[in-house]
């Protein structure tokens, strides 16, 4: 089972990408996987897919979205150091509002569970 990035509003009328995975089979619950401070990257992807597969529905905001659409990067050089940079600049205020709206888009179908790599 794989995802797709999608558009979402937030609770301040931004809209963001969100990694959106369906569950595989019966549904269990629903999970916002929070990114790494380097973004919805392959490796935050596979984990979102891995908990889709055991039957969790999961959300994974791209939380840099409004600085820098689409942020993605390694975990070495430049691309690290940018990482810290959206990192400091980013509000912790709106990253907890965004995860909060991802929560309050899942939590009428069952539980939902928070886990954050990182960043999160």
């Excluded at 959106?20 to 984990?47: K, N, W």
């Excluded at 050089?77 to 912790?92: M, N, Q, T, W, Y």
């Excluded at 509002?97 to 929560?103: E, I, K, N």
């Amino acid at each position: 089972m794989t995802g797709t990035m999608k558009p979402m509003t937030m609770s301040d009328s931004a809209s963001i990408g969100v990694y959106d995975v369906p569950p595989a089979g019966e549904r269990r619950g629903g999970i916002v996987l929070v990114q790494e401070i380097f973004g919805v990257t392959e490796h935050i992807r596979e984990l979102c897919d891995g908990y889709a597969a055991d039957g969790y529905e999961v959300l994974s905001p791209a939380l840099y979205d409004r600085e820098e659409p689409g942020f993605a990067v390694g975990y070495t050089g430049s691309e690290f150091k940018r990482a810290l940079e959206l990192r400091d600049i980013h509000p912790v205020e709106t990253s907890i509002a965004d995860v909060q709206t991802c929560v309050d888009a899942l939590k009428d179908k069952g539980p939902v569970f928070v886990v954050g790599y990182c960043y999160g």
